[in-house]
T-cell receptor, first 111, second 111 residues
Framework: DAKTTQPPSMDCAEGRAANLPCNHSTISGNEYVYWYRQIHSQGPQYIIHGLKNNETNEMASLIITEDRKSSTLILPHATLRDTAVYYCIVRVARNFNKFYFGSGTKLNVKP | DADVTQTPRNRITKTGKRIMLECSQTKGHDRMYWYRQDPGLGLRLIYYSFDVKDINKGEISDGYSVSRQAQAKFSLSLESAIPNQTALYFC??????????FGPGTRLTVL
């Protein structure tokens, strides 16, 4: 599975959109982009995933560039409870092979 | 996620002791996983199981063993605990290769 690069930390004001970037320049055509988050030592929580098209669910939106070498997770109205470490993971769906979490981005939502 | 439970939640033990961590799930998923997380780092896979008869080593399986007693139960054992196995341990489940759902974690300290 392709490796990913994320900034170690980001700040966001409460109520504003949080845009978390992820680079995955070696992604293959059959690899999906997954996002998880981990709130202070709790079990990681699935957020969203996508292949090519932009995706949206009740938690977030995922924007994948046309060349698929990078993506952005968007939390449209960040709250203090969104403070967490966000992990961007690239893997082939339904093929378990090194689900690599990396170090993620620590998002600090501030009042 | 309450559908994935781990026991115990916290454990302090001594070097050389045998320890078992248990994981149960009510989600009906076929796949189960054990990860460990060290402070400030991402998750690393220890073992995974695609079904009751299929168990596979992850990236850091040395010093650990597992047992899949039933589809809903997956136990992790440390045969002879050592201090560098002090970590946060997570169990996860998934339906085939879909997104993984994590338990609340077990904090293990080996003195």
């Amino acid at each position: 599975d392709a490796k990913t690069t994320q900034p170690p930390s980001m700040d966001c004001a409460e109520g504003r959109a949080a845009n978390l970037p992820c680079n995955h320049s070696t992604i293959s055509g059959n690899e999906y982009v997954y996002w998880y988050r981990q709130i202070h030592s709790q079990g990681p929580q699935y957020i969203i995933h996508g292949l090519k098209n932009n995706e949206t669910n009740e938690m977030a939106s995922l924007i994948i560039t046309e060349d698929r070498k990078s993506s952005t997770l968007i939390l449209p109205h960040a709250t203090l409870r969104d403070t967490a470490v966000y992990y961007c993971i690239v893997r082939v769906a339904r093929n378990f092979n090194k689900f690599y979490f990396g170090s993620g981005t620590k998002l600090n939502v501030k009042p | 996620d309450a559908d994935v439970t781990q026991t115990p939640r916290n454990r302090i033990t001594k070097t050389g002791k045998r320890i078992m961590l248990e994981c149960s799930q009510t989600k009906g998923h076929d796949r189960m996983y054990w990860y460990r997380q060290d402070p400030g780092l991402g998750l690393r896979l220890i073992y995974y199981s695609f079904d009751v008869k299929d168990i596979n080593k992850g990236e850091i399986s040395d010093g650990y063993s597992v047992s899949r007693q039933a589809q809903a139960k997956f136990s992790l054992s440390l045969e002879s605990a050592i201090p560098n196995q002090t970590a946060l341990y997570f169990c996860a489940t998934s339906w085939s290769g879909d997104e993984q759902f994590f338990g609340p974690g077990t904090r293990l300290t080996v003195l």
